[in-house]
């Protein structure tokens, strides 16, 4: 089995770690290179070794612990509901090892806490305990027997100022860059022609040996034996570099991308290497792969040249967390599950902000970037068992104790990513609902208290969530995301009319849906209809004024009336399957308008079906009962008749409404009679019913459900009305018998 962590570095993997050397072995004189002032020190003893093992295992027992917690919190998402015994055990474990993390956090916070911010630190220095300023130095071992470069890591108030040194002449170097630096052309995936940097291993063989005459016996020795090591380190650097999977062109030498490197795991070898060993069992070896999803997952991500990694992470967990919102007490009370959501988030990381996110236990996130910040880890509530209400304000915890190393820093980890749903259409699936802000500004969350909250602006649906929504207990902050499109139809409104149905249909506070924009939600449905679903792009509808006065205009037209008829009957009301009450009840309202000219001279409101004949406003009074095809409860269908207005706002009580709905079902359904009374002998009477609409329209509601038949199945699809109540066909009676 091999003995070093593999880190991906573009489509090829590099074995950055060193093998071979056991944590105590025998002392004498060590040899260090520190690239970024471009020194070798000497040093009489392993001091440093010892320092490094130090920061090493305590870094390393916190990311054992929490890939524990993964497996752990993976194990238990596996259970079925009645495997309560070991779901209790895990739960247990899991909070166990919650408890160890916090721990270990603290114990490395205390050997961090001297470090100084690392933009104070002077540029190209190797510090040591003279100076005020103290850095976390990077310095690679020139020692043989080993199979691959060894870093050590250091605080520079343990490098003693009276240790050797002996920095590079740089006589041939150029402003800004390292003397064994040169430059190459090459071509990218594009055929453009770049410049990117490259360690030129001949040229710092030279200047070596422009310094190797001021060294001692012991340490010409160990260059002439092993300068080799270099070489590797060199080859390491351009290959990581060239294969890049962040397409940088320029190495990272500075006091950042050292604590970068630290952080994700450059130092991590042998007995200190999470990945192969036990932390538990020192003398157990296995093999852990970094995982796919994880802080763990920057370990495998890190490009070594450049000090830059992302890691991957779904919040809470794989299974999500319920949102909830409480129900009105005369419809039962209690909270309404209004569907699961997940954040898929992927950060990219770089500098003190991305080594941050490595060391701290939380998190502060502004719109689409992040930062580590000291916390205890997230909440214990059991995976797939977390809820929040979002109809409460929340107020971000308190971190305090940030360590200097990270406290000013201007370079910021970007975050990427989406809100996912557990989407009862796609048989539980978790799909896309939006997808974090491009270039959101760190005010998007400026003076707002809410916790989830749903707005409309810029032609576009935006979602704002806390933090602490996302991360649990260890998250502040705010995250925005945007969804815009085809996706408003397709992702967002589904969401949103399962939130509605789930929450018995009560109205939303201005803590969850912006207050206005609720009738944004409800003018969309019908101008998408009207219009196309490209009609938001195409159109100036990007805020919710405008969407309504544009709705109006149409309510206006009878093209786009006559329009919107036929667009329900064609999708048999499918185009109105995800829209709130309020849209399907300005949909029959202005569909049950009419006039005299509607009447006699309106061939589109009086098409009939092959079955129908004599039917007055066939199309009319198909797409009404279309409009309810998609009905979920009794409570739904009051609100649509409560809504009965063009402008979505309440009018009359519902079953008023209701009755004007029926009254303009049954015109023309009068029971037309003929040969009654004839005098010609042996004539048949003969009966037509034209029409049955006003009676389908009662048979829904009494077919529809009660609420509480609804509670409990909030991850159900939803269910459509009887077919056979949506249309209605032309009865002939001929002498008592039906034809």
């Keep these: 089995m091999s003995n070093t962590t593999e880190t991906v570095h573009g489509s090829g993997k590099t074995g950055m770690q060193a093998n071979g050397i056991k944590a105590n072995h025998a002392t004498g004189t ?19 070794e010892q320092e490094s093992n130090e920061l090493n295992r305590l870094l390393g027992d916190q990311v054992d612990t929490q890939m524990r917690i993964d497996d752990l919190t993976t ?49 190209a220095t190797l510090l040591d305990n003279s100076k005020s300023a103290v850095g976390l130095m990077e310095l690679i071992e020139v020692r043989g027997n080993m199979k691959g470069v060894r870093y050590i890591y250091a605080r520079s ?11 590079l002449e740089e006589g041939d170097k150029k402003s800004g860059s390292k003397s064994f630096v040169v430059y190459e052309s ?87 290497n999470p990945f192969e060993v036990d932390f538990r069992n020192q003398g157990k070896k296995i093999k852990k792969e970094a995982v796919a999803s994880g802080k763990a997952s920057a370990y495998a991500s890190l490009a070594l040249a450049e000090s830059r990694s992302k890691f991957t992470l779904s919040l809470p967990d794989i299974h999500g967390i319920t949102i909830t919102y409480p129900l009105k007490p005369e419809m039962g009370g209690g909270m309404g599950n209004l569907g699961i959501l997940r954040f898929d988030f992927e950060l990219a990381l770089a500098g003190s902000v991305g080594a941050s996110l490595g060391v701290e236990l939380g998190v502060s996130v502004k719109s689409n970037w992040a930062k580590g910040v000291p916390s205890p880890s997230a909440d214990n509530t059991p995976p797939g068992q977390r809820k929040i209400d979002i109809s409460q304000a929340v107020k971000d915890p308190e971190a305090t104790g940030e360590l200097t190393v990270f406290v000013g820093a201007q370079a910021s980890a970007n975050l990427s990513g989406t809100i996912k749903w557990c989407n009862p259409e796609k048989s539980k699936e978790y799909t896309t609902l939006a997808k974090v802000a491009l270039g959101a500004t760190v005010q998007a969350g400026a003076g707002w208290s809410g916790t ?48 509605l149905r789930n929450a018995d249909y009560v109205q939303l506070s201005n803590t969850v849906i912006r207050e206005g924009d609720y009738y944004a939600f409800c ?10 679903v490209n009609s938001l792009i195409d159109n100036s509808w990007d805020q919710t004024n405008r969407l309504l006065d544009s709705l109006r205009d149409s309510w206006e037209s009878k093209e786009q ?50 079955c129908e004949g004599l039917v007055m406003f066939s199309a009319r009074k198909r797409a009404v009962l279309l409009c309810l095809r998609w009905v979920q409860s009794k409570r739904e269908y009051e609100n649509v008749m409560q809504h009965l207005s063009k402008d979505f706002k309440s009018v009359g009580s519902w079953q008023g409404n209701q009755q004007s709905v029926a009254d303009f079902l049954a015109l023309g359904e009068q029971e037309r009679n003929y040969g009654v009374g004839s005098s010609i002998p042996n004539v048949l009477e003969v009966k037509i019913i034209p029409s049955h609409y006003a009676k389908n329209l009662m048979n829904i509601w009494l077919d529809l459900p009660d609420t509480k038949e609804v509670q409990g199945s909030e991850l159900h699809k939803l269910k459509e009305v009887s077919p056979v109540l949506m249309q209605s066909c032309t009865r002939v009676i001929i002498g008592g018998q039906e034809f």
């Excluded at 596996?78 to 721990?103: F, H, S, Y």
């Design 30 to 48: 060590r040899l260090y290179f520190h690239a970024d002032s471009e020194t070798f020190l000497a040093v009489d003893g392993d001091n440093l």
């Design 75 to 123: 194990q238990c998402t596996k259970l079925n509901w009645g495997q309560v015994g070991e779901k209790q055990t895990l739960q247990t474990q899991i909070q166990q090892e919650a408890q160890r993390l916090d721990d270990l956090n603290k114990k490395l916070k205390v050997k961090l806490a001297m470090l100084s911010a690392t933009e104070e630190l002077p540029k």
């Design 157 to 167: 108030d343990q490098i003693d100022s009276k240790w050797r040194r002996y920095p």
């Design 186 to 272: 090459y071509t990218d995936s594009e055929g453009s022609t770049k410049i990117r940097e490259k360690i030129d291993y001949d040229k710092l063989k030279s200047q070596i040996s422009k310094i190797k005459p001021k060294m001692l016996k012991a340490e010409q020795e160990l260059l002439e034996q092993h300068t080799g090591i270099l070489g590797q380190w060199a080859r390491d650097m351009n290959d990581s570099l060239k294969h890049s999977p962040y397409q940088g062109d320029r190495f990272g030498f500075d006091s950042q991308s050292q604590l970068m490197r630290w952080t994700y795991g450059a130092g991590l070898t042998e007995e200190l």
């Design 452 to 499: 989830f909250t749903f707005s409309f602006a810029d032609g576009k649906v935006k979602v704002l969530a806390r933090g602490g929504v996302c991360w649990g207990g260890g998250g502040k902050g705010s995250i925005a995301f945007d969804i815009d499109g085809k996706a408003i139809m397709t992702d967002f409104m589904p969401c949103f009319t399962y939130m």
């Design 523 to 532: 003018a969309l449905p019908l101008l998408y209809t009207m219009y196309g």
């Design 561 to 610: 009336r006559v329009l919107l008829m036929q667009k329900i009957i064609d999708t048999q009301g499918d185009c109105l399957k995800f829209s709130p009450p309020e849209s399907k009840g300005a949909a029959i309202a202005s569909l049950i308008e009419h006039d005299f000219w509607d009447e006699f001279a309106s061939p589109a409101s009086n098409t009939q079906t092959d």
